[in-house]
């Protein structure tokens, strides 16, 4: 492999400030011509500070079947957001999603938070959460784009951090205790349109892990990917990508993979359209680690019932061949539902086959797996929304250093609710149980977790 290997014993400060480089990186090069001009009130007015208070309790804290410990955690984080977009004149809040327009854009969260355990001291420390999405056409047919996402937590499951995760989403590792790890994952990306949908693009991202834990290992992966999408007519399109993949682990024999994907897409009227792809996915780990290779063909369906409302069909089958495993075939599947509208919003995901799990707490590689995902949200009054989730998650795993772990089955249900009393304060609480069954007794567990916030913006 090209590049060293990653040291356990690192300083993290390099992580931190590699991600923060890349944002002022940013902020100097992009936000700098865009400002030189405005007036120090307007700029100052694009800032908007706020604070978060949370309590949060749970009666399993490490999710250990052995040893269930209480606690209640305590967490003041002090924030602040940066947007280029101008404040609605009702709200006085930001506007969040950029229009065709916007010729440049910038989004900028960073919160740092001050965690404290009631019981278990031994756990406190500082906890931080950061995004940055910048957006900036250089003409009308090149844009540049660059997003940053970085978090520190010590939650035992980690949320999913890619841009085409739901809220709810979590990865399938998870780490045996509380253990602080830090994520910082960068992509800019450009893009050169040739015609009203005809794009080609590069995307690059960086994702480094970071966990301070003995048990479990740190990883970087970088990501190239190119891609095509031309279509030869309104009705007629086609799309081609290419993805290379170079990981490296500490422990874990390090990893250069290729993705190719190729799909036809029919489009019947602005509503409606139907598309086939081919994926092919190779992934080479260095000796004594098992390859493995994987060929998805599939059909889709993509269906606007309404302007607040869209569905996504995707199925398929897929063949997976192992350098000294047989060969596991199995149906392949995505089907998504999405209602956005002022009142109520709502998502339901079915999605199964098979799972990556890399560059996390346990890498715990290739995995036959299937999960369902229900969320609805609803304005019960003018001030205030009440929502109810559920997941069930089924992990079947094929690594050999986990070879007498081999299924997981876990769900979870909750509901929330906030309440917005000012224009400048709002109160949230959510309250959710969730359990793991699986045929390592360890791996067991259940949780009753609770989180009451309260989060105050100057505006």
């Known amino acids: 492999m090209w590049f060293a290997k990653v040291k356990k014993g690192e300083d993290m400060k390099e992580i931190k400030k590699i991600g923060w480089v890349c944002w002022f990186l ?8 865009s400002t030189g001009h405005a007036d120090l009130g307007d700029i100052l007015l694009r800032f908007q500070p706020y604070i978060n208070f949370s309590e949060v309790y749970s009666n399993n804290i490490n999710l250990d079947p052995n040893n269930e410990t209480t606690d209640f955690i305590t967490t003041v984080s002090p924030g602040i957001k940066f947007s280029t977009a101008p404040r609605s004149v009702t709200t006085g809040q930001l506007r969040e999603t950029p229009t065709a327009e916007d010729r440049f854009r910038l989004d900028l969260d960073f919160q740092p938070g001050f965690v404290f355990y009631g019981k278990e001291e031994d756990n406190n420390y500082i906890r931080l959460y950061g995004t940055l999405n910048a957006l900036y056409s250089l003409t009308q047919n090149i844009t540049f784009r660059v997003r940053d996402y970085l978090i520190q937590s010590d939650e035992i499951r980690e949320m999913e951090y890619a841009q085409t995760a739901i809220e709810g989403e979590y990865l399938l590792s998870r780490t045996a205790r509380r253990a602080p790890y830090l994520r910082n994952v960068f992509e800019p990306s450009a893009e050169y349109r040739f015609g009203r949908e005809n794009i080609i693009a590069i995307n690059y991202r960086n994702n480094l892990y970071r966990i301070q834990s003995r048990m479990l290992e740190d990883s970087t992966e970088n990501f190239f990917n190119p891609r095509l999408i031309y279509w030869f007519d309104i009705r007629n399109g086609v799309s081609f990508e290419y993805g290379l993949t170079l990981g490296n682990f500490q422990e874990m024999p390090d990893l250069v993979g290729h993705i190719a994907a190729g799909r036809y897409t029919y489009r019947f009227n602005p509503q409606t359209s139907i598309f086939g792809e081919y994926t092919y996915l190779k992934r080479d780990f260095e000796s004594p680690s098992t390859d493995y290779g994987i060929q998805r063909p599939s059909l889709g369906l993509e269906h606007n019932f309404s302007p607040t409302l869209s569905a996504r069909v995707q199925l398929g089958y897929y063949w997976a061949n192992f350098t000294r495993s047989p060969t596991t075939t199995n149906p392949f599947y995505r089907i998504m539902l999405t209602q956005i509208a002022r009142r109520t919003t709502y998502t339901l995901l079915f999605h199964g086959g098979y799972l990556e799990d890399l560059f996390d707490a346990e ?53 929330n609710a906030s309440y917005q009393p000012l224009r400048w304060l709002n109160l ?18 259940s949780e009753i977790h609770g989180i009451f916030r309260i989060t105050a913006t100057l505006i």
């Open 26 to 33: 940013v902020l100097f090069f992009i936000l700098t011509p």
């Open 363 to 415: 890498n715990l590689g290739f995995t036959k797996y299937h999960r369902a995902m229900g969320r609805i949200s609803h304005e019960l009054l003018q001030k205030m929304n009440v929502g109810l989730f559920g997941s069930y998650e089924w992990a079947k795993f094929f690594r050999a250093a986990i070879e007498n772990r081999e299924v997981d089955r876990i769900w979870a249900a909750g509901g």
């Open 428 to 445: 949230s609480l959510e309250v959710s149980y969730r359990e793991n069954h699986s045929n390592i007794r360890n791996s067991n567990y």
